[in-house]
């Protein structure tokens, strides 16, 4: 479990957080260096492809050829084993798991306000808190890297992401639990600092991903991704990345996969509060496809279930996806939820200011005779992210320190963020520690990155465009 208070008083968390700088200095953070045991990372991967859908793994592969960055993005499961040989702070939170800066963006809270969170949490467990920070750290560095920054520019986005991330966190520290819980960053004080901080290209494309966000919902997905067949709505084919159902199977077949993708849409309700799941209720399921999801994601069961409420203009469309362990399991334990999808959800509401309201979890057996774990939510709601490659070091420092913030935000939320701010300190010697870390780090992807490549050109691997 992340470290909490547990009775004890802000002197004496703040005592520990001042104390294990002793075991590991915060200039330790800097260090990178492979393991001589560290295995082959295109070994690993493969490892995590074996339990994928095969004929989806090539394009997995595909989308991680395309650059370090889309790399990264995919290879979650490498650096996890790469942080368990980094120095630890020995403080635990709630991580994301994969806090790679893609993974921060635009999003609508219940009460239908858009905010600025965490968005993916499939390898999300307790465990050192670092490891999210040197996650997103590095993510900066190779997106910096892609977009032909200098070294200076690099690390002065990586220290001010770094530096938000730890000025956050002390003033958290100074908090009550209900002020931490209810923070949240909204839209208009995000568009406040961006008019502050963004020159007038950047200002005028972060109200452009504002408003393009409020556009993304259901009924936006629903007409981009459906279709009117014989006077019935269902979802249109784009092969290989959407298989309706009845593209995918024959008869038999078709019908019990149907059937249980049925039975985890009505038994997954009863993970909602009775309200939600009283709203879900209203609908009905009209059709059901596989879609191809995300980079490291790829060749996971991942279904989009169209459901209509009163009429054709009233569409709701959900996700269905698999969950497996977490990546960091190996290194941080187990979770204590036997069911994966589960510790999905409870770590995306203990870390997210406010998450989606058709949120759940189920477990089906498969077609196949085996059992999965899944996790449920809206398509689309309100989602908007950000793209790197047009952003100026400037416009990436801004994005960087409210990615740094939001972090601390979700730490603040699950673990000791008492002894983490006086583990930090008010200097900047882990900001500096980080920079270097993450270029060093940066390095290694680059290497892994050429790795897969010839692991492709070898013919010991199959990619695919898509």
């Not at 547990?6 to 703040?14: I, N, S, T, V």
């Not at 989806?56 to 499961?77: D, K, N, Q, T």
């Not at 403080?91 to 600025?116: K, M, Y």
């Amino acid at each position: 479990m992340p470290d909490q208070a547990d009775g004890r008083l802000p002197e004496e968390r703040a005592a520990r957080g001042r104390a294990a700088r002793a075991d590991t200095p915060r200039s330790a953070h800097a260090e990178y260096r492979a393991s001589a045991k560290r295995p082959d990372p295109v070994d690993t991967i493969e490892a995590q492809s074996a339990t994928r859908l095969p004929e989806l793994v090539p394009i997995r592969y595909g989308r991680m050829l395309e650059s370090p960055f889309r790399f990264y993005r995919g290879a979650a499961a490498i650096m996890a084993g790469d942080l368990a040989d980094t120095p630890r702070s020995g403080i635990t939170a709630q991580l994301c798991g994969d806090a790679h800066l893609l993974n921060f963006r635009l999003l609508a809270s219940p009460e239908r306000r858009l905010v600025f969170d965490i968005n993916d949490f499939d390898e999300t467990l307790p465990g050192p808190w670092e490891w999210d920070v040197k996650r997103l750290a590095a993510s900066l560095a190779i997106a910096g890297r892609e977009n032909g920054y200098t070294d200076a520019e690099r690390a002065s986005v990586v220290q001010a992401t770094v530096r938000s991330y730890r000025k956050r966190i002390r003033a958290f520290a100074g908090l009550g639990n209900l002020d931490v819980w209810y923070a949240q960053a909204g839209a208009d004080a995000l568009q406040a600092q961006a008019d502050r901080k963004l020159g007038a290209g950047a200002r005028e494309r972060a109200r452009r991903a504002m408003t393009k966000a409020r556009g993304r919902d259901s009924l936006q997905a629903s007409e981009k991704l459906t279709c009117v067949v014989d006077g019935r709505r269902r979802i249109a084919p784009d092969p290989p990345l959407i298989m309706p159902i009845q593209h995918l199977l024959p008869g038999t077949e078709r019908d019990a996969l149907e059937e249980g993708l049925r039975e985890l849409i009505e038994r997954y309700g009863h993970s909602l509060q009775s309200d939600r799941r009283h709203l879900l209720e209203q609908y009905r399921i009209v059709d059901m496809a596989r879609k191809v999801v995300g980079v490291g994601s790829v060749g996971t069961r991942c279904w989009i279930i169209l459901l209509l409420g009163r009429d054709d203009e009233d569409p709701l469309l959900l996700q269905a996806k698999e969950a497996d362990l977490s990546v960091l399991a190996p290194y941080a334990g187990t979770s204590t939820y036997d069911n994966q999808g589960q510790r999905v959800v409870a770590g995306q509401r203990l870390m997210q200011a406010t998450s989606d309201i058709f949120l759940g979890w189920e477990r089906v057996i498969g077609i196949d005779g085996r059992q999965r774990d899944f996790y449920i939510r809206q398509l689309r709601d309100w989602k908007g992210i950000a793209e790197p490659r047009l952003m100026i070091p400037e416009d990436m420092r801004a994005f960087g320190q409210v990615c740094g913030a939001t972090l601390a935000r979700a730490h603040a939320r699950s673990g000791d963020r008492v002894a983490i701010a006086a583990y930090l300190g008010a200097g900047d010697v882990f900001d500096r520690a980080l920079a270097v870390f993450a270029e060093r780090y940066a390095d290694q992807n680059e290497r892994d990155h050429q790795a897969l490549t010839d692991a492709v050109d070898a013919g010991r691997v199959p990619a695919q465009s898509a």
